[in-house]
């Protein structure tokens, strides 16, 4: 069964090349949602996909040497649509 998740992300993550990275590992567990860079420090994923896919990417994320910090729970505010994943630089 598919859930809606949040992932919040603090670190070195600007400018590094996560974003790209993390957009490549989701597209590799079949996960469509956005990445956003809420400021030069945190990110915020939004994502869809079964529990165990979720766990391997925020699993991934915090392995990255860029991320210091991480959590993530479920989240039914933010719903994506469609099968892609894609970054929103809102800075």
Request: aromatic fraction near 10%; glycine fraction near 8%.
């Amino acid at each position: 069964m598919k859930e809606e998740f949040t992932i919040l992300l603090k670190g070195m993550v600007r400018q590094s090349g996560f974003g790209f990275s993390c957009m490549k590992k989701a597209s590799e567990l079949s996960i469509p949602g956005s990445l956003t860079y809420l400021d030069e420090q945190t990110i915020q994923i939004n994502a869809q996909g079964e529990k165990l896919q979720l766990e391997e990417l925020f699993s991934w994320c915090l392995s990255s040497r860029e991320t210091i910090s991480g959590t993530y729970s479920s989240s039914g505010k933010h719903k994506t649509s469609g099968k892609d994943f894609y970054i929103i630089n809102s800075l």
